[in-house]
Nanobody, 116 residues
Framework: QVQLVESGGGLVQAGGSLRLSCAASRSAFRLNAMGWYRQAPGKQRELVARITRGGSTNYADSVKGRFTVSGDNAKNTVYLRMNSLKPEDTAVYYC??????????WGQGTQVTVSS
């Protein structure tokens, strides 16, 4: 079992920045990747950014150039730096941890609200 604790959400004006953090309770030994997803009201959950244990990253097209995902394997933590935020970035952001073997664990979600 892996528990994920997220922090860093909140309310920010358009053009502002936030940093999300997610710490996994389990040793990184079986962690293959960690990432961030988001779900806006009435929409499906979508991938925002993901980073593998080896450091490879991928991003949703809508956040490329504005968001940066990074990880600290020693701390079992993943970060999401969000710059130039837009109202359409408003959503609940979920941290996810993918284990080798295919199991995915989810955090409880943190609200990000961007006002215009």
């Amino acid at each position: 079992q892996v528990q994920l604790v997220e922090s860093g959400g909140g309310l920010v004006q358009a053009g502002g920045s936030l940093r999300l953090s997610c710490a996994a309770s389990r040793s990184a030994f079986r962690l293959n990747a960690m990432g961030w997803y988001r779900q806006a009201p009435g929409k499906q959950r979508e991938l925002v950014a993901r980073i593998t244990r080896g450091g490879s990253t991928n991003y949703a097209d809508s956040v490329k150039g504005r968001f940066t995902v990074s990880g600290d394997n020693a701390k079992n933590t993943v970060y999401l730096r969000m710059n130039s935020l837009k109202p359409e970035d408003t959503a609940v952001y979920y941290c996810a941890a993918d284990l080798f073997g295919g199991t995915t664990y989810w955090g409880q979600g943190t609200q990000v609200t961007v006002s215009s």
